[in-house]
């Protein structure tokens, strides 16, 4: 999951801030994205509070970088306050996670809702095991924030929506990937461990629901297993060591991702 790019694909958000103060640009922005000052009454200021904290429809399943808050700080630049709290720790049952071709983490979903891409190269034919299973974290996002991840994941908003018919009801992939570096999916995820407290807005009748529609960033087109770029282990590791610290089953990390991701430094220059 983009995760992956280190900048956004799509157009650069404009960063806006109120009265005097400069708006943040997040790294990789700061060529495109321009940082505007408007002084506003005290109305309009909790306007755009308020638009800015409107929540997104579907929680967010982070299965790669993203497993790190801290990267996930730098890049909601609209509410991480909201975004990069990390909610839950949650598994996809009978899915698999892997490196692909392309250099970054991607999860490949089970027979039963293979994409017509994954089944077209032969992928969605393979034999399940019974221990295929992705271990993430799950991030209540902002609308605006959610945006900005489909930037850095190179979702293609222009691409045309599934068929009707196609083996993945529009319920799970409502629209193909076009020429994006991954599509946008919507499954249900099982939550292993609520990190919230009760009393946080966002966790607020979610706790006792062990099951969670979630949104999960999926490259149909890239479904073979490959090494790593260079850039993405430290990123990965990091997140990997965020995401134990929370709760990550370190197991399945040594069995899964460490066939990938060699132990070592991580970009929070940790040894």
């Given at each position: 999951?983009?995760e992956?790019?280190?900048?956004?694909?799509?157009?650069a958000?404009?960063?806006?801030?109120?009265?005097?103060?400069t708006?943040?640009?997040i790294?990789g922005?700061?060529?495109t994205?321009?940082?505007?000052t408007?002084?506003?009454?005290?109305?309009?200021?909790?306007?755009?509070k308020?638009a800015?904290?409107?929540?997104?429809?579907?929680?967010?399943?982070a299965?790669?970088?993203?497993?790190s808050?801290?990267q996930?700080?730098?890049?909601?630049i609209?509410?991480?306050?909201?975004?990069?709290?990390p909610?839950?720790?949650?598994?996809?049952?009978?899915w698999?996670?892997?490196?692909?071709?392309?250099g970054?983490?991607n999860?490949?979903p089970?027979?039963s809702?293979?994409?017509?891409?994954q089944s077209?190269?032969g992928?969605?034919?393979?034999?399940?095991?019974?221990?295929?299973v992705?271990?993430?974290?799950?991030?209540?996002?902002?609308?605006?924030?959610?945006?900005l991840?489909?930037?850095y994941?190179?979702v293609?908003?222009?691409a045309?929506p599934a068929?009707?018919?196609?083996p993945?009801?529009?319920?799970?992939?409502?629209?193909?990937?076009?020429?994006?570096?991954?599509n946008?999916w919507?499954?249900?995820?099982?939550?292993v461990e609520?990190l919230?407290?009760?009393?946080?807005?966002?966790?607020?009748?979610?706790r006792?629901?062990?099951?969670?529609?979630v949104?999960?960033?999926v490259?149909?087109?890239?479904?073979?297993?490959?090494p790593?770029?260079?850039?993405?282990?430290a990123?990965m590791n990091?997140?990997?060591?965020?995401?134990e610290?929370l709760?990550?089953?370190v197991?399945?990390?040594?069995?899964?991702?460490?066939?990938f991701?060699?132990e070592?430094?991580d970009?929070g220059?940790?040894?």
């Open positions: 999951m983009l992956d790019i280190s900048e956004p694909t799509g157009p958000p404009v960063a806006v801030s109120a009265a005097v103060t708006a943040p640009v790294s922005l700061a060529s994205a321009t940082a505007t408007i002084t506003t009454s005290s109305s309009q200021e909790t306007q755009l308020d800015v904290a409107t929540r997104a429809k579907y929680l967010y399943f299965y790669g970088s993203n497993l808050p801290t996930m700080r730098q890049r909601c609209y509410n991480p306050d909201i975004s990069a709290r909610l839950a720790i949650a598994r996809l049952d009978g698999k996670w892997i490196i692909c071709e392309r970054y983490a999860v490949l089970p027979n809702i293979s994409s017509p891409a077209k190269d992928d969605g034919d393979q034999e399940s095991h019974s221990d295929d992705v271990y993430g974290v799950l991030y209540e996002m902002t609308r605006e924030d959610e945006n991840l489909d930037g994941e190179g293609d908003h222009s045309p068929p009707p018919d196609a993945v009801g529009r319920d799970k992939r409502p629209n193909e990937q076009g020429n994006g570096s991954y946008k919507y499954v249900s995820a099982t939550v609520w919230a407290d009760e009393e946080v807005e966002g966790s607020k009748g979610l006792g629901k062990e099951e969670q529609k949104l999960v960033y490259d149909e087109h890239r479904v073979t297993e490959g790593p770029k260079k850039e993405y282990i990123r990091r997140g990997i060591r965020e995401a610290a709760g990550l089953p197991d399945w990390v040594q069995r899964v991702m460490r066939k991701i060699p070592g430094p970009a220059i940790q040894n």
